[in-house]
């Protein structure tokens, strides 16, 4: 293992013999490709550190296979905690273990690593661990054509999408639809949708998770990766989709509309113009992200569950870090009793 931090990156000369590397800020332009290469994953890109603070210590640690990165992961360190960056990823169990390894032998004054929300086989860790579920994302496989897509839906769902196009022709003409990139993405445009998706969620009573940090990264990943949909009335926006792109894999972040338009579903439409435009570019796979929403489902979306994982240092470091290990032990607990009582419910209901 390299135990220093490399801002060069300099994998050919000698890498093959090592089995990670290390590499701090700031980043070198090499990262960026390689990153996107590891694992096609717009929370996995150096798009996600937007929102640290310059003075924060923050990596990448990259796992090698015959010198070539196979493995990369962000991470920031503050005090005795390293918390992972890289989100939604899946990581086999003996590259996780690689990794806390290499994380502990490099920051001996750590005591925990967090990993947020990956998805991992049970794997019998030689350090002291808590697991909890954290969050879901809907994935759809994207087919070849935007119609065997539509074709693969259930019929009502194709009747609502038929529906709300007829609806938004009829009831308002004059809604223009555009698509935009990295290059021609406006950051007020994309601040008005995200007012309009806090608007839809506080009408539902729902409370916005959009804070001031998460507004900056997703700026950041919309400004390397983005593809944004906006549904246009005059000057206003009245819907849209904000998803990135990379590699074969499109990711949804905001979908919002204008409460005037709910009859009409033009937010469902927005959503199946994204989906078809990701087939349209070559995509492979299209991830709607967390919300167990019934749109999804009946747009195809499959579940794929990631777990919170902290992996502590030693059974010392465990009680040194009770805080933490209680914080994590209530949300853990907490998330599997509100999941439980969200099935019961559905169930009532159905």
């Known amino acids: ?52 603070p310059a003075d924060t210590e923050v990596a990448c640690y990259l796992a090698l296979r015959d010198g070539d990165p196979v493995t990369g992961m962000l991470y920031r360190r503050e005090g005795r905690t390293i918390t992972v960056l890289s989100e939604l990823l899946s990581i086999a169990g003996g590259a996780l273990e690689q990794m806390a390894h290499c994380l502990f032998a490099r920051h001996q004054g750590v005591h925990l690593i967090h990993f947020p929300a990956v998805q991992t086989p049970p794997w019998p860790l030689p350090f002291p661990c808590q697991r909890y579920g954290a969050t879901e994302d809907l994935v759809i496989s994207l087919p070849g054509t935007p119609d065997a897509y539509l074709a693969s839906l259930g019929p009502n769902t194709r009747a609502a999408i038929r529906r709300a196009q007829r609806m938004v022709a009829q009831h308002a003409p004059d809604l223009a639809f555009s698509f935009h990139g990295p290059g021609t993405i406006d950051r ?104 167990r929403y019934d749109y999804k489902r009946r747009l195809l ?10 992996v502590y240092r030693s059974l010392a470091s465990v009680v040194a870090s009770l805080p933490t290990y209680a914080r994590t032990l209530v949300r853990g607990r907490g998330r599997q009793a509100k999941q439980r009582i969200s099935s019961w419910r559905r169930s009532w209901k159905s």
């Open 1 to 52: 293992m390299n135990d220093r931090l490399d801002d060069r990156l300099d994998l050919a000369n000698g890498s093959a013999r090592q089995e990670a590397v290390f590499v701090g800020r700031p980043f070198p332009p090499s990262l960026r490709a390689m990153l996107e290469s590891c694992h096609e994953n717009v929370f996995c890109t150096e798009a996600r550190c937007a929102a640290v």
């Open 301 to 310: 979306g499959q579940q794929r569950d990631f777990d919170r994982i902290v």
């Open 188 to 291: 007020a445009d994309v601040a008005a949708l995200v007012e309009l998706n806090c608007l839809r969620l506080a009408n539902k009573r729902q409370f916005p998770s959009h804070t001031a940090d998460s507004l900056a990264t997703l700026q950041s990943m919309l400004g390397a990766y983005g593809c944004v949909l906006f549904a246009r009335s005059g000057d206003r926006i009245r819907a849209g989709v904000a998803c990135t792109h990379v590699g074969g894999h499109a990711y949804m972040h905001v979908i919002a509309h204008d409460p005037g338009f709910d009859q009409a579903r033009l937010g469902l439409l927005c959503c199946f113009m994204s989906i078809c435009e990701s087939i349209r570019r070559g995509l492979r796979e299209y991830h709607l992200l967390s919300g």
